[in-house]
């Protein structure tokens, strides 16, 4: 499927019909801008406007799709098939794209808008920026963090992980100079968020390789958070002088393998089952 050829097939059967832009866009509900991009291939029609635009111009939705009028009815019908099919996944894709695009800048708007009301607020009560410059630092490091992600879905998850991997340290550093004095910020934040990264990338690349075994790489996952929760523990006891373990890190550790075993077990019944579906 090509939109240009689309586009200069639906501008010859307009012409043809002796209908303007403003004339097919009038009889679809839609704006003469809408029909001048498909004529310049610049966009498609939408997929429910298919079957309206192909009556109007005295075409088949097939012949629309191929961009030709069939000499036979029955002519390339399994290729029209496959090009409604394409049209639609495209469509689709589209639309999706379209939808995060705008869920980003309202993200960014809004995250900005929250700076803007700290910044005036700040100075409006102290003269200066003080106090403000903490959720400042923390909200653009969070945009780093979640624009990935609301932009690119489920593709975007590598580069929220970078900007992790990234900016923790300097955020961190920043937070450690604006608290000034002896601050524990940077003993226990380099010391805990290092093996958490590591974390984070290896539960990325374990739900990347079972992607078709979703309870065995959640099993996994708990599995590895026991160090992880062992190791974050050890460097707070060590840094702030408190028990290695309680009572709560005892039921957690123990939460965290239950829901591992459980996982495991599901993984293992479903694909016993497998072979007999």
Same mark, same amino acid.
């Given at each position: 499927?090509?939109?240009?050829?689309?586009?200069?097939?639906?501008?010859?059967?307009?012409?043809?019909?002796?209908?303007?832009?403003?004339?097919?866009?009038?009889?679809?509900?839609?704006?003469?801008?809408?029909?001048?991009?498909?004529?310049?291939?610049?966009?498609?029609?939408?997929?429910?406007?298919?079957?309206?635009?192909?009556?109007?111009?005295?075409?088949?939705?097939?012949?629309?799709?191929?961009?030709?009028?069939?000499?036979?009815?029955?002519?390339?019908?399994?290729?029209?098939?496959?090009?409604?099919?394409?049209?639609?996944?495209?469509?689709?894709?589209?639309?999706?794209?379209?939808?995060?695009? %705008? @869920?980003? &800048?309202? /993200?960014?708007?809004?995250?900005? +808008?929250?700076? !803007?009301?700290?910044?005036?607020?700040?100075?409006? *009560?102290?003269?200066?920026?003080?106090?403000?410059?903490?959720?400042?630092?923390?909200?653009?490091?969070?945009?780093?963090?979640?624009?990935?992600?609301?932009?690119?879905?489920?593709?975007?998850?590598?580069?929220?992980?970078?900007?992790?991997?990234?900016?923790?340290?300097?955020?961190?550093?920043?937070?450690?100079?604006?608290?000034?004095?002896?601050?524990?910020?940077?003993?226990?934040?380099?010391?805990?968020?290092?093996?958490?990264?590591?974390?984070?990338?290896?539960?990325?690349?374990?739900?990347?390789?079972?992607?078709?075994?979703?309870?065995?790489?959640?099993?996994?996952?708990?599995?590895?958070?026991?160090?992880?929760?062992?190791?974050?523990?050890?460097?707070?006891?060590? %840094? @702030?002088? &408190?028990? /290695?373990?309680?009572?709560?890190? +005892?039921?957690? !550790?123990?939460?965290?393998?239950?829901?591992?075993? *459980?996982?495991?077990?599901?993984?293992?019944?479903?694909?016993?089952?497998?072979?007999?579906?």
């Amino acid at each position: 499927m090509n939109e240009n050829s689309i586009g200069q097939f639906i501008a010859e059967l307009r012409k043809e019909k002796n209908m303007t832009q403003k004339d097919l866009a009038g009889q679809l509900h839609i704006t003469d801008k809408a029909v001048s991009k498909w004529e310049r291939g610049l966009s498609c029609p939408d997929i429910s406007l298919l079957s309206p635009l192909a009556d109007i111009l005295g075409i088949t939705v097939s012949e629309l799709l191929n961009a030709k009028k069939n000499e036979t009815p029955s002519q390339d019908v399994l290729e029209s098939v496959d090009h409604a099919l394409n049209y639609a996944e495209k469509s689709s894709k589209k639309s999706i794209a379209s939808f995060r695009h %705008i @869920l980003t &800048i309202s /993200f960014s708007a809004l995250l900005l +808008l929250g700076i !803007l009301v700290c910044v005036i607020c700040n100075v409006a *009560i102290s003269g200066a920026l003080t106090w403000s410059w903490y959720p400042v630092s923390s909200i653009l490091f969070a945009w780093l963090i979640c624009v990935p992600i609301i932009k690119y879905g489920m593709k975007g998850i590598p580069g929220s992980l970078i900007a992790i991997s990234v900016f923790i340290l300097p955020f961190l550093a920043i937070l450690s100079r604006l608290v000034g004095g002896n601050n524990l910020i940077m003993p226990i934040g380099t010391k805990t968020s290092l093996p958490s990264i590591v974390y984070l990338w290896c539960i990325y690349f374990i739900f990347k390789k079972l992607a078709l075994r979703k309870q065995l790489a959640a099993a996994v996952s708990f599995l590895l958070a026991i160090p992880l929760h062992l190791i974050i523990n050890f460097v707070l006891a060590d %840094i @702030l002088s &408190i028990p /290695f373990l309680d009572v709560w890190d +005892l039921l957690s !550790l123990s939460g965290m393998l239950l829901c591992a075993i *459980i996982l495991f077990l599901t993984d293992h019944i479903i694909s016993l089952r497998k072979p007999a579906s």
